[in-house]
């Protein structure tokens, strides 16, 4: 091995020991699968990175932009950063972006498959559920957690109450209401979407 890689390999755990923005105090970053192959999720090292301003408005218009509920209906539950990323590192469930599709291309939580909310009802499929006569039959549904923009985006909530009126059951869903909002002012790894 050329001594300027077995140096760099030498070194790589220190970096890492002497990064200060970590997860938590003992977690420094998480590897999770996804269909594009493993992705670290960590937070920026920069400590001059400021929010995006994307997000920085606080006054948006009142609809569609209101405050929405931490629990968007009775028997869903509502999740954090902390349980989102465990949820993605397990990799038995799905993580589904309901924000319309540019901004899923533009960029998302890793892991997150684009399922519209103006589409969700008609998808179920994707999510374990199957055709029955003129419903669904959703008692194979899988564990699913939903995010769009942030505490302001009623898009991810429209979602979870459509699949409910279709037959979802309510202890399979999640809700992350931070969404994108909240992920990126963490400073959390995101990438780009694909179709």
């Known amino acids: 091995m050329p001594r300027c890689l077995l140096?760099?390999?030498?070194?790589?755990?220190c970096a890492a020991a002497l990064a200060e923005v970590r997860l938590t105090p003992e977690l420094l970053e998480v590897e999770v699968p996804t269909v594009d192959g493993p992705v670290v999720i960590g937070r920026n090292q920069d400590p001059?990175?400021?929010i995006d301003p994307e997000f920085s408005l606080?006054?948006?218009?009142?609809?569609?932009?209101?405050?929405?509920?931490l629990i968007p209906a009775p028997g869903v539950t509502p999740v954090g950063e902390?349980?989102?990323?465990?949820?993605?590192?397990a990799g038995s469930g799905l993580l589904i972006d309901g924000r319309t599709l540019?901004?899923?291309?533009?960029?998302?939580?890793?892991?997150?498959l684009s399922i519209p909310y103006t589409e969700v009802a008609m998808r179920l499929d994707e999510l374990g559920c199957s055709h029955a006569g003129a419903g669904w039959d959703c008692s194979a549904a899988r564990?699913?957690?939903?995010?769009?923009?942030?505490?302001?985006?009623?898009?991810?909530?429209?979602?979870?109450?459509?699949?409910?009126r279709e037959g979802y059951p309510a202890a399979r869903i999640r809700y992350y209401r931070g969404g994108m909002q909240a992920w990126k002012s963490l400073g959390l790894t995101t990438v780009e979407g694909r179709l």
């Open 102 to 112: 540019e901004y899923h291309l533009r960029e998302t939580i890793p892991g997150a």
């Open 82 to 89: 902390l349980e989102l990323i465990e949820f993605l590192r």
């Open 7 to 13: 140096l760099l390999a030498l070194l790589a755990p």
């Open 48 to 50: 001059d990175a400021t």
């Open 58 to 69: 606080t006054s948006r218009r009142c609809p569609p932009f209101c405050i929405q509920p």
């Open 143 to 164: 564990e699913v957690v939903l995010f769009c923009n942030g505490a302001w985006c009623g898009q991810s909530p429209t979602a979870i109450r459509a699949m409910l």
